[in-house]
C-alpha cells in the first residue's frame, strides 16, 4: 500500500476531530438530534480549517445505517463509502472545475433521480465562489426549491464572491483559523501516534508558519519527519523552512538598543552571505516584534514555548512602545520599498543604521509644545553628546527673594553645523533629532557635573539641593526631557515620603509626569530613600499667549506684500 500522507491519513472522521471550531460541530449535532436538518449549507472560513472534512462528517451523519445521527458509526457501508469518496448518494464536485452554466444544468438532470442506498443525496461543491455568475443565477431556483431528500452543502475560502441571492438560501456558517495553542496539541498528540520526537520549540514553529491551518501544519510535519526521520530538532526545523532563528533577531535589537551601527552591518553582511532571503528575513523579524510588542503592552502570549520567553521579555523591557511602533513602521516601509529597488541590500542596511541611531531622536511633540511657550530650537545634535565635564558652563543669574529668578544673561550660544539640516518625516510616533532647549537657571539649579554614582547622601532639603547637580546629571543621561524638566524647577518641600517640585510651565509638567518614574529612581540611588514626586505649576507663570502682542493692521500687511495684497483685494479678505 502507497503511503498516506499525514494530512489524509489523520483527517477528523467525527464532529469531535474537528478542531476550534466548536461554535458550528454544536450547532450542526444539536440540529440533526432534533431533526431540524436544512436544505442548504454554505460552510466559509480560511483554507485548512475543516470545511470540506465537516462536511464529509455531516454527510455521514445524515446517511448512516443508525441516522441521522450526531455520531456516525464510521463502520456501515454508507459511513466507509462516504469516508474513501466513492459513495453513489454524495457527490463531491470541485467549483473551480465546473464553473459553466452547463455544468449546473447537468447536476439538475442527476437530481430527479433518488438516492440508491442511503436517505439523503448530497452534494458537496467545494470552493463554491468559483462559479460563474450565469451557474449561481441557474442554481437559484433549484436551492429554493429542492426536490425532497436532497442536500447541498457548499464550501468556500472566499464567501464575499458568493452571490448575495446564494447566501441567503443557505444556512451559513464561517470558521475560525485554529489557534496556535490547538495546533500545538494535535501536533504532540500525532508525534506520539507516530513513535516521533519533536521538541516544543519545533512545535510552535510549525504552529505559527501554518497560519491557522491544521492541513498545513499537518503538511510541514510531513515534511520535516521525511527530512529529520524520528527525533526532529529546532535547528533542523529552522533550516528545512529557510527561518532565522529568534535568537539572531533579540541579537539585532540588542544592538540597536546599544547603537552598534558596525556591528549590526556585520551581522546583517553574515546574514546575507547564508543566502537568506530578504523578504524572508523582514517578515521574521516583524513576527518577533509582533510578539514583542504584544508582551510590552501586557498581553499573555501562547505562540512561543517556554524555552524563548526571555527571548521576547528582555526586548520589551528595553524599548518603549513607541520605539518599537518606529522599527515596526521602518521595517514595513523597507519591506515595501524593497519590490520596486534594483538595490535591496543597500535599503536594509540603510534602515538598520537608522535604527541604530534611535537614542538621538526625540518626541516632536515636546519640541512643538516648546516652540508654542517661547522656547527656541539650536541647530540639530548629528552626533552624541559631548560629556558633560567638557561643556561650558552656563551663566548664573543672581539670587533674588523672589519665589522664582529668572536669568537675565544670555546663556552661551550652541555652535551651528554648516551641514545642511536634514528634513524630519512623520513617524509612528513623531520622532525628530533632539534639539537643545535653553534652560532657564533657578536659584536652586547646579551645573550636572560626573559624580560617583555609588554615593549615597543624607536625605533631607538641604543636602538636596547641594547635591542638585549630581541628580540633574543622572537624570540627563536617562532622558534629555526629563533633564530639562527637573532643571527649570523649584524644590518646594521634602517630607518623608514627597518630593514636591513647582515646575516653570506645562510643558515642563507634563514632561515631569512622563518622566517621573526616571526621576524617581535617580533620586532613589542618590538619596536611598524611594521618594515620590509631585510636581505642581508655578502660579505665577504667563504663558507667551498671554503677553501683549503688537498686531499689524490689514494696510500694513499690504503694504509689506503687494502679491498677498492683490490676492486681498480680489477676494475682499479682511483681517480677524
Known amino acids: 500500500m502507497s503511503y498516506i500522507v499525514l494530512a489524509r491519513k489523520y483527517r477528523p472522521q467525527n464532529f469531535s476531530e474537528v478542531y476550534a471550531q466548536d461554535h458550528v ?15 442548504a449549507y454554505l460552510f466559509t472560513g480560511p483554507r485548512g480549517v475543516g470545511k470540506t ?22 463502520v456501515c457501508v454508507n459511513c466507509t463509502e462516504i469516508t474513501a469518496g466513492v459513495s453513489p448518494d454524495v457527490i463531491e464536485i470541485d ?72 447566501i441567503s438560501r ?40 501554518a497560519d491557522g491551518g491544521m492541513r498545513d501544519a499537518l503538511s510541514l510535519l ?78 499573555q502570549l501562547r505562540d512561543i514555548g517556554s524555552d524563548e520567553m526571555n527571548l521576547y521579555s528582555e526586548i520589551a523591557k528595553m524599548f518603549s512602545q513607541s520605539e518599537l511602533l518606529y522599527v515596526v513602521s521602518q521595517l514595513i516601509k523597507t519591506k515595501n520599498d524593497i519590490k520596486q529597488s534594483g538595490n535591496p541590500y543597500l535599503l536594509i542596511e540603510a534602515m538598520m543604521i537608522k535604527l541604530s541611531r534611535m537614542d538621538e531622536m526625540e518626541d516632536i511633540g515636546v519640541l512643538i509644545e516648546s516652540l508654542k511657550h517661547g522656547g527656541s530650537l539650536s541647530a540639530p545634535k548629528m552626533q552624541k553628546a559631548a560629556p558633560i565635564g567638557n561643556r561650558p558652563e552656563p551663566q548664573r543669574a543672581p539670587a533674588k527673594a523672589t519665589p522664582r529668578a529668572q536669568s537675565s544673561a544670555p546663556l552661551p550660544e550652541a555652535p551651528v ?73 523649584e524644590i518646594l518641600s521634602l517630607g518623608e515620603r514627597v518630593l514636591a517640585l513647582k515646575a516653570s510651565d506645562n510643558t515642563n509638567m507634563m514632561a515631569l509626569n512622563k518622566n517621573q518614574e ?26 507667551p499667549s498671554e503677553v501683549e502682542i503688537k498686531r499689524k493692521t490689514i494696510d500694513e500687511i499690504k503694504a509689506e506684500n503687494p502679491e498677498l495684497a492683490e490676492f486681498i483685494n480680489e477676494t475682499q479678505a479682511r483681517l480677524v
Not at 448530497?122 to 468559483?130: A, T
Open 25 to 39: 460541530t454544536q450547532i450542526l449535532q444539536s440540529a440533526l438530534e432534533s431533526g431540524r436538518i436544512a436544505h
Open 53 to 74: 472534512s465537516l462536511a464529509r462528517i455531516m454527510a455521514k451523519s445524515l446517511n448512516c445505517e443508525t441516522g441521522p445521527t450526531s455520531h456516525p458509526c464510521n
Open 95 to 166: 467549483g473551480a472545475s465546473n464553473t459553466g452554466v452547463d455544468d449546473i444544468r447537468e447536476l439538475q438532470r442527476e437530481l430527479l433521480y433518488a438516492a440508491s442506498g442511503a436517505k439523503y443525496k448530497i452534494y458537496i461543491i467545494d470552493e463554491v465562489h468559483m462559479l460563474s455568475k450565469n451557474a449561481f443565477n441557474a442554481l437559484l431556483k433549484t436551492l429554493e426549491e429542492p426536490p425532497p431528500n436532497v442536500i447541498f452543502i457548499f464550501a468556500t475560502t472566499e464567501p464575499q464572491k458568493v452571490l448575495p441571492t446564494i
Open 170 to 209: 443557505c444556512q451559513r456558517y464561517d470558521f475560525k483559523r485554529i489557534p496556535v495553542e490547538a495546533i500545538v496539541q494535535r501536533l504532540a498528540d500525532l508525534a506520539q501516534k507516530e513513535n516521533i520526537t519533536i521538541d516544543e520549540d519545533s512545535l510552535y514553529l510549525i504552529a505559527r508558519k
Open 222 to 299: 510531513d515534511q520535516t519527519i521525511s527530512y529529520c526521520g524520528d527525533k526532529i530538532e529546532i535547528a533542523q526545523v529552522r533550516q528545512i523552512f529557510g527561518m532565522i532563528p529568534t535568537q539572531v533577531y533579540f541579537e539585532f535589537m540588542q544592538k540597536i538598543k546599544e547603537g552598534e551601527t558596525a556591528g549590526i552591518v556585520t551581522r546583517l553582511h553574515a546574514i546575507f552571505e547564508e543566502g537568506m532571503d530578504l523578504q524572508e528575513f523582514l517578515s521574521g523579524m516583524l513576527e518577533y516584534l509582533r510578539l514583542v510588542l504584544l508582551f510590552n503592552i501586557g498581553v
Open 417 to 489: 553645523s554648516s551641514a545642511p539640516s536634514t528634513p524630519v518625516s512623520p513617524r509612528a510616533q513623531s520622532f525628530a533629532p533632539k534639539e537643545e532647549l535653553p534652560l532657564t537657571v533657578t536659584p536652586e539649579s547646579v551645573d550636572p557635573v560626573e559624580d560617583d554614582e555609588t554615593q549615597v547622601i543624607e536625605c533631607n532639603l538641604e543636602s538636596l539641593k547641594k547635591n542638585w547637580g549630581k541628580l540633574l546629571s543622572r537624570v540627563k543621561k536617562q532622558s534629555m526631557m526629563a533633564f530639562i524638566a527637573l532643571d527649570k524647577s
Open 518 to 543: 526616571i526621576i524617581e529612581k535617580e533620586i532613589e540611588k542618590l538619596t536611598g530613600k524611594k521618594l515620590v514626586l509631585k510636581p505642581t505649576l508655578d502660579d505665577d507663570y504667563v504663558a
